[in-house]
């Protein structure tokens, strides 16, 4: 579960992009694994924060979560600590910008700063 915070706050009930419902400027969304959503979210504005949640889960699970991953879990870590690494590794991992391919093969974008595509030429 994630916790998004709409970009420029509105009282009471609104729709965002995906049609997310925001009450108060804040909405509650499952993200799951999907990327381009997250990734539009950013592009956005939107803010995101993937920690929401974490606390409700065994450690079991975050371990589970975290080796799921690849990361070699030390048996020393302890719940903070795993919320925190999880917490560190979706962030980092959390493209800003994505990186499309024209139908030429030519790429657009660097995944790291906005691209303008180009208008095709008649």
């Given at each position: 579960?994630?916790?998004?915070?709409?970009?420029?706050?509105?009282?009471?009930?609104?729709?965002?992009?995906?049609?997310?419902?925001?009450?108060?400027?804040?909405?509650?969304?499952?993200?799951?694994?999907?990327?381009?959503?997250?990734?539009?979210?950013?592009?956005?504005?939107?803010?995101?924060?993937?920690?929401?949640?974490?606390?409700?889960?065994?450690?079991?699970?975050?371990?589970?979560?975290?080796?799921?991953?690849?990361?070699?879990?030390?048996?020393?870590?302890?719940?903070?600590?795993?919320?925190?690494?999880?917490?560190?590794?979706?962030?980092?991992?959390?493209?800003?910008?994505?990186?499309?391919?024209?139908?030429?093969?030519?790429?657009?974008g660097d995944g790291e700063s906005l691209a303008t595509l180009p208008v095709a030429e008649d």
């Amino acid at each position: 579960m994630a916790r998004i915070t709409h970009p420029t706050f509105a009282p009471g009930r609104s729709k965002g992009l995906a049609g997310i419902e925001f009450i108060d400027g804040f909405a509650e969304v499952d993200l799951g694994d999907n990327d381009i959503l997250r990734q539009a979210l950013v592009q956005h504005g939107y803010g995101i924060d993937e920690t929401v949640g974490l606390d409700e889960r065994t450690v079991a699970e975050l371990r589970a979560e975290l080796e799921g991953l690849g990361y070699d879990v030390k048996t020393s870590w302890r719940k903070p600590e795993l919320i925190e690494r999880l917490a560190q590794h979706r962030e980092l991992n959390t493209e800003k910008f994505a990186t499309a391919e024209l139908p030429d093969g030519t790429v657009i974008g660097d995944g790291e700063s906005l691209a303008t595509l180009p208008v095709a030429e008649d």
